[in-house]
């Protein structure tokens, strides 16, 4: 069992920045696909940025091409997601999850999720 705690919400003015952390815990055995997704209020659950455990193949979505970055720090097991130039649009609750051995095309398919911490911007 893989247990994800969010951190580093809360409240920001457009073009700020903010930096997320996800702590990972439990049996982290093997290879992990770590994800930072979000969602909005009457809004589906999106995936902003995805990287695998060895540092690979990092992903974003393309509105958060060039201002997100995803990272993750192994000797803490900790997943970050660096945020900047936040748009009132980025405001939503903020989830990490994992998924074993691969990346799942769909994100209902990952196996491990955090209980998400919310971002606000304000215009």
């Known amino acids: 069992q893989v247990q994800l705690v969010e951190s580093g919400g809360g409240s920001v003015q457009a073009g700020g920045s903010l930096r997320l952390s996800c702590a990972a815990s439990?049996?982290?055995?093997?290879?992990?696909?770590m994800g930072w997704f979000r969602q909005a209020p009457g809004k589906e659950r999106e995936m902003v940025a995805r990287?695998?455990?060895?540092?690979?193949?990092?992903w974003y979505a393309d509105s958060m091409k060039g201002r997100f970055s995803i990272s993750q720090d192994r000797a803490k097991n900790t997943l970050y997601l660096q945020m900047t130039s936040l748009k009132p649009e980025d405001t939503a609750m903020y989830y990490c999850?994992?998924?074993?051995?691969?990346?799942?095309?769909?994100?209902?398919?990952?196996?491990?999720w955090g209980q998400g911490t919310q971002i606000t911007v304000s215009s």
């Open positions: 990287i695998y455990s060895s540092g690979a193949h990092p």
């Open positions: 999850a994992a998924h074993q051995w691969y990346c799942p095309t769909y994100i209902q398919n990952f196996t491990y």
């Open positions: 439990g049996n982290m055995f093997g290879y992990y696909c």
